[in-house]
């Protein structure tokens, strides 16, 4: 009943009421009608208050019905499917969303139990959970909907009351997760494949790491071993130049801090060296280097650097002596340790060194290069003493030095102003008293110091190898000279230029061409040239000699041993050699009258030369005496200042002209 008609019925109460009270009000007293007055009264204020809350229910009625209609749209319009069930499962009520989700239509969802949408294998799980659970719950399990596959689901329920407090059903959620399921499952994948690709390119970051550390590693080796090369010798393993030279600057720098400090360079060369590698060829020329390296090391201190300039030169770095002693000590050791005979693949070999030594308290050095210099000073001094010995540098070496560079910067200078000159000597045969031929003789006419010997700059000249040009010169003019003299005098037969032929011009690899050239150009016959060579030629040169001289010979040149006896001779080389003439040096001549043992060394080697097939000429006669003597020991041919002092070309023309005899 509505509140309208409600309040139509409190009315027509009211009006029975009233009605009675005016058909007893005749018949009854004033206290009943008082009572009923007020009985009708509280009656309409009764009625009055309950037609108000008929009222305010009809209010909350119509809140109600409006709140339980947007109840009944958000139920039914959720995107996620809405089911109520009683206590035991069985559908109540179902949204749209869930008869979508099942299969089935709404109104034949109601009625039927839950469990029979739940996928096969999961309703075991799910009877279980809904005879155990009281409240809130929230699970996955497969949907199986009427018609399709099963999906995966999430499930969330709760628990239903009545206005007891007495449970009466479910309500329950259901989302269809199999969108969320396969994102998870291709993240997964995904995830899967991103950790097999960090997997990989982690494996690829691993190897590139060790790759490059490889590089690095490879790097720093090469490095290492390129710093090493730039300061090590490649053949001994000993410090270079480049090394030497900062440990000697340090050093120097060091003993300008300490006064009290002292230190030594020592520059060794060996002696004879190139025979060596010539003789036994240079694989075991290196394999001598580095045994002399290896002996350096032994013989010096920890403190000490033992260092290879180059080819046969070595530099030890003695630091913190006491004194000169220490040094000289040193230089002795190494030595006797160098004078062991060294084996090489079973052949002994023998060498010695000659040492210089530069001490630091010798001179205020500032420069490292001042101290190796003046070592190299002092060793090539020890070499012109002898070698095989040690020189301490003073500073007389240094003025020496200095006059030895100013005397090859002239040398040069006299080559390019033509000041060189030839002069000739006559050679005698003693057989007919006349002039055989001569010897060509250089001097150089020196702007300053007037006609200088070849004592006083041939050596200079072999050292500096300005000897190969000047050499070439020589013969040459005396080839000239010589082809001239027999052009002009037919009737006076000069038989023989003799002209000297040094170590160093020996040793050249085109001399054979350079006197064929000079032949053709001079037109001087073959046979009219000898060549003169020292003993030295034939030790030095070993087989090479042998081949170079028959060479010679074939050609028709004569060959001539000079300075005989002072050298090392060796008989059976002199034996196998084709020489023509053999010359007593002058030593042996000029006391051969008051001498009687050198007049028997001349006939011993007067005598040995004819038994070899070999003329002699003996040089450096000066008195009849001596001529005599030479007569009777059967002596071929003569030389000296007896006949004529060495003569320029024009001086040398009268002599010809005159044709003396002796």
């Known amino acids: 009943m509505n509140v309208d008609g409600f309040s139509q019925q409190i009315e027509e109460l009211c009006l029975q009421i009233q009605e009675l009270l005016q058909c007893n009000g005749s018949k009854a007293n004033s206290q009943s009608e008082e009572i009923l007055t007020e009985a009708f009264e509280k009656l309409h204020t009764a009625m009055e208050e309950l037609l108000i809350a008929s009222e305010e229910l009809e209010v909350t009625r119509a809140a109600v019905q409006k709140e339980r209609q947007r109840y009944q749209d958000l139920f ?31 109104k034949y969802l109601v009625g039927k139990p839950l469990i029979i949408f739940i996928a096969q294998q999961d309703r075991q799980s799910f009877s279980l959970q809904m005879n155990n659970f009281q409240e809130l719950l929230n699970w996955e399990i497969n949907l199986q909907p009427r018609k399709g596959k099963p999906f995966p689901a999430t499930i969330r329920a709760s628990a239903v009351y009545d206005f007891q407090g007495k449970q009466v059903g479910w309500r329950w959620l259901l989302c269809n997760i199999s969108k969320h399921k396969q994102s998870e499952e291709m993240l997964h994948k995904a995830y899967g494949e991103l950790e097999i690709r960090v997997a990989e390119r982690t494996a690829e970051l691993v190897k590139a790491n060790q790759e490059l550390l490889t590089e690095i590693t490879e790097r720093k080796r090469v490095e290492s071993q390129l710093l090493h090369l730039a300061f090590h010798d490649a053949l001994t393993g000993l410090p270079n130049r480049a090394a030497f030279m900062n440990r000697l600057r340090r050093a120097i720098d060091y003993s300008k801090r300490h006064s009290d400090y002292l230190f030594a360079v020592l520059f060794i060369d060996l002696d004879r060296f190139k025979l060596i590698n010539d003789s036994l060829g240079h694989i075991k020329g290196d394999k001598f280097l580095l045994a002399i390296a290896n002996k350096l090391e032994v013989c010096v201190r920890s403190i000490d650097t033992a260092a290879r300039l180059g080819g046969d030169e070595f530099t030890i770095l003695l630091e913190g002596i006491q004194d000169v002693s220490d040094v000289i000590k040193a230089v002795e050791r190494i030595q006797q340790e160098l004078a062991l005979p060294f084996e090489l693949d079973g052949q002994e070999v023998f060498t010695t060194a000659s040492i210089g030594i530069a001490l630091s308290s010798t001179v ?40 030895k560079l100013q005397l090859e910067s002239e040398l040069r200078r006299a080559i390019e102003r033509e000041e060189f000159r030839v002069y000739y000597q006559p050679i005698v045969s003693l057989t007919s008293g006349s002039i055989l031929g001569f010897e060509a003789l250089l001097r150089w006419q020196h702007p300053e110091r007037g006609l200088l010997n070849p004592i006083d700059f041939i050596p200079l000249a072999e050292e500096t190898g300005l000897i190969f040009s000047i050499g070439n010169w020589v013969l040459h003019q005396a080839c000239h000279q010589m082809q001239a003299w027999r052009m002009c005098h037919h009737s006076n037969l000069l038989e023989k230029i003799s002209v000297n032929l040094s170590l160093k011009q020996f040793s050249q690899p085109d001399l054979i061409e ?45 060959l001539s041993i000079d300075d005989f006896g002072t050298g090392y001779s060796s008989l059976s080389r002199l034996y196998n050699f084709p020489i023509s003439v053999l010359k007593i040096d002058r030593s042996f001549i000029s006391p051969m009258v008051s001498n009687s043992k050198n007049l028997e060394i001349i006939e011993i080697i007067i005598t040995l030369a004819h038994k070899l097939g070999v003329d002699v000429l003996a040089e450096g006669v000066e008195t009849k005496e001596q001529l005599a003597l030479l007569r009777k020991l059967n002596c071929e041919y003569a030389q000296g200042n007896f006949f004529s002092v060495p003569l320029n070309s024009s001086a040398a023309e009268p002599l010809i002209m005159t044709n003396p005899r002796w």
């Open 364 to 403: 205020d050095y500032e420069h490292p290069e001042e101290v190796l210099r003046d070592a190299d000073t002092a060793m090539y001094r020890a070499k012109v003493l002898g070698r095989a010995r040690y020189e301490l540098f003073n500073s007389d070496m240094y003025a020496n030095t200095l006059a």
């Open 76 to 106: 039914e319009f959720a995107p996620d499917g809405y089911l109520v069930t009683n206590v035991v499962g069985t559908i109540q009520e179902a949204n749209h969303a869930a008869s979508t989700l099942l299969g089935v239509h709404q």
């Open 514 to 558: 350079q006197i064929g050239q000079i032949l053709r150009s001079t037109g001087l016959d073959a046979g009219t040239l000898v060549l003169e060579i020292t003993e030295s030629v034939i030790v030095e040169n070993g087989d090479k000699a042998t081949a170079l001289l028959l060479q010679l010979q074939e050609m028709g040149i004569e």
